[in-house]
């Protein structure tokens, strides 16, 4: 694909209605923190086609995974703007299927979740999730971080496409979480019915 002058990343329509006053003008930080399979973009890595801060230098021919991302702080008006790509070093991405909140963190920032008001947050996050059984995953360089109520567990390397199975079983000293990353295909979600 030939090169041109970058492009601001406008937002394409998308299913999802932008919050009012949010756009992805002058924030590319998907462009560094998310991996792009189409690309081969490893995670933490900029885009080769990135103009880091103006935009997309190959914005009408990107892949399709770059046309249909959006990141929640667009898309969700209860997400504070502290949590601005460009201000927050950190992009928050929800997946449906997984019942799962992502944070991936900028890996020159990756104590940034850990700060307030973030940190009092992603825990709220947490327990409201595990209630409904999701979880919060922070996403560094290579390590991947889940959140569950009381717990903080590093979890190493967790690819894209694995599937975390939180459990909890109630103990003396009260519940007691646990997660596991299991490959898709793993018997024990089949049996889940997962």
Known sequence: MAESEPVPATP????????????????????????????????????????????????????????????????????????????????????????????????????????????????????KMAANGGQVLVRMARDAVVILPGLEKNLGEVRDGQVLLATKRAGPAGVAWDVVALEPDDPMLKRLGR
Not at 80 to 94: I, K
């Open 12 to 127: 394409t329509p998308l299913p999802e209605p932008y919050v009012a006053g949010r756009s992805c003008d002058g924030c590319t930080m998907c462009c560094k923190v998310m991996s792009i399979e189409a690309l081969a973009k490893p995670r933490q890595k900029w885009c080769e086609h990135c103009a880091v801060g103006t935009g997309c230098k190959i914005y009408a021919a990107r892949p399709e995974e770059c046309r249909t991302f959006v990141c929640s702080w667009l898309v969700d008006a209860g997400v504070g703007a502290h949590w601005a790509p460009r201000r927050s070093r950190m992009v928050l991405t929800y997946q449906s299927e997984q019942h799962q909140i992502t944070i991936h963190v900028d890996g020159d920032r990756p104590d940034a979740w850990r700060k307030p008001p973030y940190r009092d947050e992603i825990e709220a996050w947490a327990g």
